[in-house]
Nanobody, 126 residues
């Protein structure tokens, strides 16, 4: 029983930065595996980044490596996505996701995650 609340979206010019936040409920947040996905109009939802339950490992889609950073603050039950050097093609609705139990962590698959936020719009103008 996990609820996720996202914030931080907005509109920026190409080359700008945004920091997305996702606050989660739950007593055992530190054990969650967390991910960020995005979906542009008319396109399928795609993987952006993920972080393991102990923050020991993080994963990124090739098109955001070197520009985006995922992090978590277990004391605040929050996961972040710092987005730098934004491009127009980054424009999408961004979703955070969580899974509390997994036998095999397929981090880039949306099917892995049981809980999803409402999404926050990110628009990058050229």
């Amino acid at each position: 029983q996990v609820q996720l609340v996202e914030s931080g979206g907005g509109m920026v010019q190409a080359g700008g930065s945004l920091r997305l936040s996702c606050a989660a409920s739950g007593r055992t947040f530190s054990t969650y595996y967390l991910g960020w996905f995005r979906q542009a109009p008319g396109k399928e939802r795609e993987f952006v980044a993920a972080i393991t339950e102990n923050a020991g490992r993080s994963y990124y889609a090739d098109y955001v490596k070197g520009r985006f950073t995922i992090s978590r603050d277990n004391a605040k039950n929050t996961v972040y996505l710092q987005m730098n050097s934004l491009k127009p093609e980054d424009t999408a609705v961004y979703y955070c996701a969580a899974v509390t139990r997994t036998t095999f962590y397929v981090y880039a698959s949306s099917r892995t995650y049981d809980y999803w936020g409402q999404g926050t719009q990110v628009t990058v103008s050229s």
